[in-house]
């Protein structure tokens, strides 16, 4: 059993930074894919990034790509979200999850454990 728990959420204006994090425990986290989801109220979760198991390849969601970095540091089985540059359309719950195959997907049922989220506000 991966437990998985986000930090790093809050309210920033237009054009801030936050940086959210998503330590895990259990597990083998350096065998895991990870990925960083969002949800507003009413619409569907929505891929934002995602990182291989050893870090070597990232994916990004056109609306993020050039604002938002995924990275991650398996001795502290931490991953994190830097997001620069927010735009009050990032607002969302974001969520973080693992899978367990170790690649690279954007594709929610291919994760296997999900955190609980944080919340992010931009506000304009």
């Known amino acids: 059993q991966v437990r998985l728990v986000e930090s790093g959420g809050g309210l920033v204006q237009a054009g801030g930074s936050l940086r959210l994090s998503c330590a895990a425990s259990?597990?083998?986290?350096?065998?895991?894919?990870v990925g960083w989801f969002r949800q507003v109220p009413g619409k569907e979760r929505e891929i934002v990034a995602a990182?291989?198991?050893?870090?070597?390849?990232?994916y990004y969601v056109d609306s993020v790509k050039g604002r938002f970095t995924i990275s991650r540091d398996n001795a502290k089985n931490t991953v994190y979200l830097q997001m620069n540059s927010l735009k009050p359309e990032d607002t969302a719950i974001y969520y973080c999850?693992?899978?367990?195959?170790?690649?690279?997907?954007?594709?929610?049922?291919?994760?296997?454990?999900w955190g609980q989220g944080t919340q992010v506000t931009v506000s304009s």
């Open positions: 999850a693992v899978g367990q195959r170790g690649g690279l997907s954007h594709i929610q049922n291919q994760y296997d454990y």
């Open positions: 990182i291989n198991s050893s870090g070597s390849t990232t």
């Open positions: 259990g597990g083998t986290f350096s065998r895991y894919g």
